[in-house]
């Protein structure tokens, strides 16, 4: 289940906002609010997976309200007014309701809710290994790495090319990224098709690409983006 705070401003709105809720099997309704100041004071001795709120409200609208929560559930934003939409991507919403919406819209937004619900919960169950340590075989060898050590992993054909710190050459072996993806441990996270990098070691991330040093740049796909976008949220300090 995934638990709901709903807020609108204007009553009728939210009371059909919240019926809305109660027809989506896997929605539950924590609590229905009126205002962005309102909910705050929910948040703060409970908390909810999702937030559907409204942004043109009195004294603290909807965008702001969210920007200023620490821990942000994922959020789909409800408003009459359009032109807020592009802002509304801006702070990575589920989605983007324009009023007035019927219950086919608000369903394909609760698909997409539960997807990326689903997504995170399963990310953040991804089993650490128990050791440090893999043995890839290359050539006539077989070669003990240090995990920590991998700096990224590239698909090349039925192989992969694995980089290593301190090693000028990478590691080739023949496996697929689907089982590396599943023996390496959760601080690594396939941002491309062709590529799993190593979280701590990336030093900066622009639109499309991420840098791990002056010499490597990699790309990232368009259908690892929301992913790795969500990683992003969870470690960003400032709006």
């Keep these: 289940m995934i638990r709901c705070l709903a807020i609108d401003d204007e009553p009728l709105a939210l009371k059909q906002l919240v019926a809305y809720i109660q027809k989506v099997p896997f929605l539950e309704l924590a609590a229905q609010c009126q205002s962005a100041v309102e909910a705050r004071a929910f948040l703060e001795h409970d908390c909810v997976d999702a937030i559907f709120c409204d942004i043109n409200m009195p004294d ?46 608000f369903q394909r937004a609760a698909q997409r809710l539960l997807e990326r619900v689903d997504g995170a919960r399963a990310a953040d169950e991804k089993p650490a290994p128990q050791v440090e340590t893999l043995f890839l075989k290359s050539d006539h060898r077989i070669i003990n790495v240090n995990v920590p050590d991998i700096r990224y992993v590239e698909a090349m054909s039925e192989y992969l090319k694995v980089f290593l710190d301190g090693q000028p050459k990478p590691i080739i072996t023949l496996l697929s990224m689907k089982k590396m993806e599943e023996y390496l441990p959760n601080y690594f996270m396939r941002i491309h098709r062709s590529y799993i990098v190593n979280l701590t070691k990336i030093q900066e991330v622009t639109k499309n690409r991420v840098t791990l040093d002056s010499d490597t740049d990699i790309p990232i796909g368009d259908l690892y983006k929301e992913a790795f976008q969500e990683y992003l949220d969870t470690k960003f300090l400032g709006r």
Excluded: C, H, I, W
Excluded at 71 to 92: C, I, K, L
């Design 60 to 105: 603290l609208n909807g965008m702001d309200f969210v920007k200023s929560l620490a821990v942000a559930p994922f959020v789909v934003f409800t408003t009459a007014y359009s032109e807020y939409a592009v802002e509304g991507f801006r702070v990575n919403a589920v989605d983007y309701l324009l009023k007035p919406f019927g219950l086919q819209d």
